[in-house]
């Protein structure tokens, strides 16, 4: 069995040191592919995290494009209530804001 500790620099010129990582040459393989460990469960796990946040960023999208549709919508209603009142002023024979003599 082999300890290793690891002393990392930092860009400031800390110096950290590891934990002990414990090695042992003469251990069986049962654990060598352990998929924790593997690049296929790396690749795996960032494929899950991809896949989320692309479901999180569409499901963002989607309520944004849902808010600006009602905000187009209200602001188009409101535009032609003004329209309107404007064309039922013109046929009753007055102009919006004079009045007659």
């Not at 950290?16 to 042992?24: E, K, T």
């Not at 999180?56 to 999208?61: E, F, I, Q, T």
């Amino acid at each position: 069995m082999q300890l290793y500790r690891f002393r990392i620099r930092t860009s400031d010129g800390r110096e950290l040191v590891s934990a002990v990582a414990v090695v042992d040459p003469n251990a069986s393989d049962q654990n060598q592919h352990d998929p924790a460990d593997s690049l296929e469960e790396l690749e795996q796990k960032h494929e899950t995290e991809s896949r989320q946040q692309d479901e999180d960023l569409a499901r963002s999208h989607r309520e944004e494009s849902q808010r600006h549709a009602a905000d187009l919508d209200a602001h188009q209603e409101d535009i032609s209530a003004k329209h309107l009142e404007a064309v039922d002023a013109k046929h009753e024979g007055k102009r919006p804001g004079r009045k007659r003599i």
